[in-house]
């Protein structure tokens, strides 16, 4: 299906808590686990594949996230601030004849 492990927990009825207790106790089940993982990412994946036939928004999605450097979206962040880390000061004059 491709839930959290939070979200498979609360479906079987357990606190996350014991699920990561039991991957580290019980190898079988981690790799259990590991092995659902892969089917369900594997599922998704073949699933946008199909879609990028019809759909380019599928492909673009497919190559932001396999290529990032090349085809990622890019984000940066800027902040500003005045004279040794205060904040700006901003100053508003109206003209002498009224708003423009």
């Known amino acids: 299906m ?9 479906y079987a009825g357990i ?18 686990m590991r092995e ?3 089917r369900a ?3 998704w994946l073949a699933k946008i594949e199909a879609a ?4 380019w928004r599928a492909a673009a999605w497919n190559l932001e996230k396999r290529h990032p450097q090349t085809y990622g979206k890019t984000v940066s962040e800027q902040q500003h601030t005045g004279k040794d ?9 109206q ?3 009224g708003p423009a």
Do not use: H
């Open 2 to 10: 491709g839930a959290t492990f939070e979200l498979a927990a609360g």
């Open 15 to 32: 606190c996350p808590d014991t699920m990561t207790a039991w991957r580290d106790r019980y190898s079988d089940f981690s790799d259990q």
């Open 36 to 38: 659902a993982e892969g």
């Open 41 to 43: 990412a594997v599922k």
């Open 52 to 55: 990028a036939n019809d759909d």
């Open 85 to 93: 880390g205060a904040p700006i000061t901003v100053m508003i004059a």
């Open 95 to 97: 003209r002498p004849d």
